[in-house]
């Protein structure tokens, strides 16, 4: 069984946002109370971790605890890549693979020179992997992920596809050759921040407009902010094929 669960959908600074007495960040729904952004995919039985960030050991006291085959990383930003020390109870059970950007490995390196240079005994047991955004890449016996270049406002970054799942967030352009690599998926992930404007991510209307473009029979929003509104009234006005997903939401493909 193909799943992906949602570990968190939130923006950066999650929801409830500190010290907002806003009708989003006081909602006694669940669906309003988000976590950093970051999702659990099955996937031909191996698990594989997209983004991992401070909330990361707070989502996984939800889950029932297994190995992880593979963390694949985003970008840099302290939302998606810094729960990665929380990754440590995971590799007394094996090594952990990191597949992230060369960029971005280099970072990691230096927040984390523990885990990526001088270890010390206990030191958690990951190993960073180079990938490139216009190479597809093989992980966990042989599974194919394709990268999916797309631009966060200047910063470059990257989506993934596995299957015919893709999941891509933090994007405010994607290029036309780019959604080549979409076509012919069942589901996809991406990200609406709010209803205005921003000039680095997608606001809602900017991402139902290229969800339309992909054509996916079924797509999912996160990395919403409190601003983007409730979870009911937004979704009320979303197309039949569109919905906003939410902390805990499991979805079989």
Same mark, same amino acid.
């Given at each position: 069984?193909?799943?992906?669960?949602?570990?968190?959908?939130?923006?950066?600074?999650?929801?409830?946002?500190?010290?907002?007495?806003?009708?989003?960040?006081?909602?006694?729904?669940?669906? !309003?109370?988000?976590?950093?952004?970051?999702?659990?995919?099955?996937?031909? +039985?191996?698990?594989?971790?997209?983004?991992?960030?401070?909330?990361?050991? *707070? %989502?996984?006291?939800?889950?029932?605890? /297994?190995?992880?085959?593979?963390?694949?990383?985003?970008?840099?930003?302290?939302?998606?890549?810094? +729960?990665?020390?929380?990754?440590?109870?995971?590799?007394?059970?094996?090594?952990?693979? *990191?597949?992230?950007?060369?960029?971005?490995?280099?970072? %990691?390196? *230096?927040?984390? =020179?523990?885990?990526?240079?001088?270890?010390?005994?206990? #030191? =958690?047991?990951? #190993?960073?992997?180079?990938?490139?955004?216009?190479?597809?890449?093989?992980?966990?016996?042989?599974?194919?992920?394709?990268? *999916?270049?797309?631009?966060?406002?200047?910063?470059? @970054?990257?989506?993934?596809?596995?299957?015919?799942?893709?999941?891509?967030?933090?994007? #405010?352009?994607?290029?036309?050759?780019?959604?080549?690599?979409?076509?012919? @998926?069942?589901?996809?992930?991406?990200?609406?921040?709010?209803?205005?404007?921003?000039?680095?991510?997608?606001?809602?209307?900017?991402?139902?407009?290229?969800?339309?473009?992909?054509? /996916?029979?079924?797509?999912?929003?996160?990395?919403?902010?409190?601003?983007?509104?409730?979870?009911?009234?937004?979704?009320?006005?979303?197309? %039949? !094929?569109?919905?906003?997903?939410? !902390? +805990?939401?499991?979805?079989?493909?």
């Amino acid at each position: 069984m193909n799943k992906i669960k949602f570990l968190g959908t939130g923006t950066s600074v999650g929801v409830p946002e500190i010290g907002c007495q806003c009708e989003v960040c006081t909602s006694t729904d669940p669906r !309003d109370k988000r976590l950093r952004c970051s999702a659990l995919i099955t996937y031909k +039985g191996k698990r594989i971790l997209i983004d991992c960030g401070p909330d990361f050991r *707070i %989502q996984m006291l939800t889950v029932d605890f /297994a190995p992880i085959d593979a963390v694949l990383l985003t970008h840099e930003h302290y939302d998606h890549s810094f +729960g990665i020390d929380d990754l440590r109870p995971f590799t007394r059970v094996a090594p952990v693979e *990191i597949y992230a950007e060369h960029r971005l490995n280099e970072i %990691q390196r *230096i927040r984390l =020179p523990y885990c990526f240079g001088q270890r010390y005994p206990g #030191s =958690p047991k990951l #190993s960073l992997n180079d990938i490139e955004a216009d190479k597809p890449f093989t992980i966990a016996d042989g599974i194919e992920i394709m990268p *999916i270049r797309v631009f966060h406002g200047r910063i470059p @970054i990257v989506g993934f596809r596995i299957g015919n799942t893709a999941y891509i967030t933090d994007a #405010s352009h994607i290029d036309d050759n780019e959604l080549t690599k979409l076509q012919g @998926i069942d589901l996809l992930v991406l990200n609406a921040l709010r209803i205005e404007p921003h000039p680095s991510h997608f606001s809602l209307s900017e991402a139902i407009d290229m969800a339309k473009r992909i054509n /996916a029979p079924h797509t999912y929003f996160i990395h919403m902010a409190h601003t983007i509104g409730k979870h009911a009234d937004v979704q009320r006005s979303l197309p %039949q !094929d569109m919905a906003l997903a939410y !902390d +805990g939401l499991e979805i079989e493909f």
